[in-house]
């Protein structure tokens, strides 16, 4: 162990005398667990929860958890057989005193310092049983990973033997374990989970972003860089899009259609204006096994060069078409920018419609329609407010006639970013892949083509577009649980009788077609849910406590209240932003219906009017710039020549133009 670590003489002197084969790794400072998972949560082993406590009677305690128990100050009274213990945390005054730490470095190696052997040290029993255990060596800025018996053999060495709990064996149908009376339930969770956001949406949107899609769980980072997994919880919405769209574009004559994930050389160079500029991005093949194959192979990037040499051959007179065709697949773009989860990977999922038409006029409906049903899932699935616009000459698909697009506004960066294109091929891929039919007139024509496609880019843009600093905010039409039911367990009630009641609210809501569930959950308290649903983004919540089922009500909590006393948009609400409701048992049907439109109405108004308060209308050079730095949207008359265009995007911002059709 070198002594550049800079750590604790004292420490570096024990782990060395009891030859301890520990490793201690350097980060960034990390005062929460969850700062911690998010440095160092890749090594093996677990994390810990330290609680330094103090109470009147029995004195100083140092408990430590593994880091995902939920642990409950009461409970652990019980747990140690202390009767009347009223136990507080310890404040910093007392924690450096004390051991010597600041908060948020305390972790059993503290006691080093507790030279007058004043606290009672208390380890979970699950702990002791991990691979390896990861705790800060008196500084919040290290993690040091042991094995259990190690650090057993250090304790025993400081005259710190610990005590063990068996969480895992607690009684938790006793209400003491549970969070007691309702009274305290808030407060107490609230000090006692660490769970949650540790970084503000305003203040730092970039880690806010990452911290709401991992801890959600709808992200997990792969080990390839800029590839990500789309876990349930994100996956499901992508599959609600994909739904929707799918039967819509089918309604229009649209048919799927599945096309290789490899490219041949030769086809992908078949346009080049279409291929320059992404060359770099391609990902190739170039091996099976050892072997070289004999031609690279290109994975897609998109597909119009695997498709268009099939439409030569399909279509050959004026009866094969319109020729209207989708898949839904995965592409690959070897991006060197930054990548971001949703926004930009290097692997994403997205449907590409590819048709062609008799017409030009026909082609330019089409990109239209498809305009339409992109903006439909923003705003109807996604409630989020777009834009439809068309792209300048420079920002247009090169291999096209021209390109509309939606773009949507993103709060946190204050900039637009293209939510999805439908593009007006013209005739350039028809002539390059030598598309020619026989027309009614039984001359050799060329269609007219259109192709689209909509990503996986959508989830993330709901995500920042409404997320706090709770976490998600999930728009009620795609969220995977809408509704999510928590029995609030107490003595005058069996906790069997109160889980039969919500389970009853349960089906009646199944019945109508809301996806609900109830968090029976007995390992976690009320409070651990609701800030675990929260998190999660859940439209609704509904408490029932024992009042509620003796009245057969229950107790309704909407998540997009973020502003508690807000005058602004009490306008919208049946009941305040924040406030709890109680409703009867008895028509709670249509009442959850009807809550769940008026989520989805609100998380869009409240968008829309967020993001019209940013649109500026410019019309001198010397306001635009300053406006865009003040994360506005710029209205501006413009004239569609590059060379005006690259003076604004030397700001790294790109035009389009607005479609009106209102
Ligand atoms: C542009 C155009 C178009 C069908 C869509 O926007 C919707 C669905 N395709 C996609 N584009 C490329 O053509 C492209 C080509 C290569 Cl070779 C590449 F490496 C990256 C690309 N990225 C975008």
């Known amino acids: 162990m070198s002594e550049d670590l800079g750590l604790n003489p004292n420490l570096l002197q024990l782990f060395s005398s009891l030859s301890l084969q520990q490793a201690t790794h ?3 400072v990390a005062a929460t667990v969850e700062e911690q998972a998010l440095k160092v949560g890749h090594l093996a082993g677990v994390l810990t929860k330290n609680l330094f406590l103090k109470d009147k009677k029995y004195g100083l305690f140092l408990i430590t958890t593994v880091s995902t128990r939920d642990v409950n100050l009461k409970a652990i009274a019980t747990a140690l057989n202390l009767s009347g213990a009223n136990f507080r945390f310890g404040d910093e005054q007392l924690l450096q005193e004390k051991l010597g730490v600041v908060r948020g470095a305390v972790s059993p190696f503290a006691l080093v310092n507790d030279n007058a052997k004043e606290v ?15 705790i800060h060596p008196l500084r919040n800025d290290r993690t040091t990973s042991l094995t259990p018996g190690e650090l057993t053999r250090f304790l025993e060495h400081i005259d710190h033997k610990p005590f063990e709990i068996d969480f895992d064996r607690l009684n938790t149908q006793d209400p003491a374990v549970k969070g007691g009376d309702e009274e305290n339930q808030g407060k107490n969770v609230k000090k006692e989970t660490l769970l949650g956001l540790s970084v503000k949406k305003e203040e730092d949107f970039a880690n806010w972003y990452t911290q709401a899609i991992t801890l959600s769980e709808m992200i997990d980072y792969s080990d390839i860089s800029g590839c990500y997994i789309l876990r349930p919880w994100s996956y499901f919405i992508w599959e609600s899009i994909q739904s929707w769209f799918d039967a819509k574009i089918k309604e229009l004559g649209v048919q799927n259609t599945y096309f290789p994930l490899f490219v041949s050389e030769r086809a992908l160079n078949t346009e080049k204006d279409h291929v320059e500029g992404f060359a770099p991005e391609v990902a190739w093949v170039t091996k099976s096994g050892q072997s070289d194959l004999s031609e690279p192979i290109a994975i897609r990037p998109t597909s119009e060069t695997i498709m268009y040499p099939f439409f030569a051959k399909w279509i050959r007179s004026h009866r094969d078409l319109p020729l209207e065709i989708n898949q839904w697949c995965n592409v690959v773009r070897w991006e060197f920018k930054d990548a971001t989860p949703f926004l930009r990977s290097r692997e994403f999922l997205w449907q590409e419609g590819h048709t062609a038409h008799g017409s030009y006029e026909e082609a330019q409906k089409r990109v239209l329609s498809i305009l339409d049903l992109y903006a439909q899932v923003y705003e109807e699935l996604l409630a989020v407010p777009v834009i439809k616009g068309m792209k300048t000459e420079s920002e247009k698909f090169a291999g096209g006639f021209h390109t509309t697009t939606v773009e949507a506004y993103i709060n946190g960066s204050g900039r637009a970013i293209q939510g999805a294109t439908s593009h007006n091929l013209g005739q350039n891929f028809g002539k390059m892949f030598k598309i020619q039919y026989e027309d009614e007139k039984g001359e050799k024509a060329i269609p007219w083509q259109t192709s689209w496609g909509l990503t996986t880019r959508t989830l993330g843009v709901a995500v920042m577009v409404h997320g706090d600093d709770k976490g998600l905010v999930l728009p009620p039409r795609v969220a995977p649980i809408q509704v999510i039911i928590c029995p609030i367990a107490m003595k005058s009630v069996a906790f069997t009788d109160l889980v039969a009641y919500c389970d009853e609210i349960r089906v009646v809501l199944k019945k109508l077609g809301i996806r609900v569930d109830v968090d029976d959950r007995q390992n976690y308290t009320p409070g651990w849910k609701f800030n675990h649903w929260e998190l999660k983004g859940v439209p609704i919540r509904i408490e029932v406590g024992p009042r509620d089922f003796s009245n057969r009500q229950c107790r309704l909590v909407r998540r997009d209240n973020g502003k508690r006393n807000s005058k602004q948009y009490q306008l ?3 009941f305040h932003l924040g406030e709890k409701l109680d409703v ?5 049907g249509v009442t959850i219906q009807s809550l769940l439109e008026e989520i989805h109405n609100f998380l869009y108004r409240k968008a829309k009017e967020g993001r019209d308060q940013k649109v500026v209308q410019v019309t001198e050079w010397k306001d635009f ?22 003076k604004v995007k030397v700001n790294n911002l790109f035009l389009s133009y607005w479609i009106d059709n209102d």
């Open 26 to 28: 350097i980060h960034e």
């Open 120 to 134: 009672k040290f208390y380890i979970d029993k699950a702990l002791l049983q991990a691979e390896l255990i990861n």
């Open 572 to 574: 919208y609400f049946k």
């Open 584 to 588: 009867s048992a008895d028509n709670i």
């Open 625 to 646: 710039v300053p406006n865009l730095e003040q994360k506005c949207l710029v209205l501006t008359p413009f004239c569609d020549i590059a060379e005006w265009e690259d």
